[in-house]
Nanobody, 124 residues
Framework: QVQLVESGGGLVQAGDSLRLSCAAA????????MGWFRQAPGKEREFVAA????????YYADSVKGRFTISRDNAKNTVFLQMNGLKAEDTAVYYC?????????????????WGQGTQVTVSS
């Protein structure tokens, strides 16, 4: 079992930056592929970014590529999502998720553990 807790969300203006954090407790964090997903009101959950267990491989949705950066600190059991150049369409609840298999996935159904989410609101 892995417990995930997100933090860092908030209300910002378009063009601003935010850094989300996801702290993990439980089993060995470095054994898990980690991902960020988001869900806007009235929309389905969508993939944002994912990172391999060691942090060497990262994947991004086209909509955030070049603006968002996922990273992890295995010594601190934490994964981050640096979000720059925020747009109104980035407004959503952001969730971190953990996958106990080695292969990185962009599909939410492949992830085993989820945090409670943190709200990001971008005003235009």
């Amino acid at each position: 079992q892995v417990q995930l807790v997100e933090s860092g969300g908030g209300l910002v203006q378009a063009g601003d930056s935010l850094r989300l954090s996801c702290a993990a407790a439980g089993r060995t964090f470095s054994n898990y592929v980690m991902g960020w997903f988001r869900q806007a009101p009235g929309k389905e959950r969508e993939f944002v970014a994912a990172i391999s267990r060691g942090g060497s491989d990262t994947y991004y949705a086209d909509s955030v590529k070049g603006r968002f950066t996922i990273s992890r600190d295995n010594a601190k059991n934490t994964v981050f999502l640096q979000m720059n150049g925020l747009k109104a369409e980035d407004t959503a609840v952001y969730y971190c998720a953990g996958r106990q298999w080695s292969r990185v996935s962009i599909h939410g159904n492949d992830y085993d553990y989820w945090g409670q989410g943190t709200q990001v609101t971008v005003s235009s």
